[in-house]
């Protein structure tokens, strides 16, 4: 980790900006700066209330809304990556309702938010050299 305990690595997109914005407003709060950041998202995720703009879903939602074609496309990629079928991907997720595959209910919207942040911050974190 450079000298900056703030995240240096280049965001590529609207969700990666999103996403270091977030780990650079925490980086200050951390001996080890973005590092301990991201060590306490990938210990207790989004669902731990550490991401405080994405507790509620008047939050979630129209955070998935706005980067929904990023999320989707992270989704298809790791399902790609895994062997399996998109919807097989999405069935993976912890509380995923099997009846709304369409995402139009808010508890799926509201996981796809979570899996888009928590995802970034592993690219972010791995492209930073940070361990996940």
């Known amino acids: 980790?450079?000298?900056s305990k703030k995240l240096t690595v280049k965001a590529e997109t609207k969700l990666e900006c999103a996403v270091k914005a977030w780990?650079?407003?925490l980086a200050d709060d951390y001996d080890d700066g973005a590092a301990g950041a991201f060590r306490n998202l990938?210990?207790?995720g989004c669902a731990?209330?550490?991401?405080?703009?994405?507790i509620y879903y008047?939050?979630?939602i129209p955070f998935f809304k706005r980067h929904k074609n990023e999320i989707?496309?992270?989704a298809k990629e790791q399902a790609n990556d895994y062997g399996v079928s998109f919807g097989q991907m999405l069935e993976g997720l912890n509380g995923w309702d099997k009846d709304d595959p369409l995402c139009d209910d808010t508890q799926n919207q509201n996981l796809l938010a979570w899996f888009g942040f928590e995802e970034t911050a592993r690219r972010l974190a791995d492209r930073a050299g940070i361990e996940s």
């Not at 731990?48 to 994405?54: A, H, I, K, N, Q």
């Open 1 to 3: 980790m450079p000298k």
């Open 23 to 25: 780990v650079n407003g």
């Open 42 to 44: 990938f210990q207790g």
């Open 48 to 54: 731990s209330g550490m991401v405080g703009d994405l």
């Open 58 to 60: 008047k939050d979630t």
């Open 72 to 74: 989707v496309g992270i």
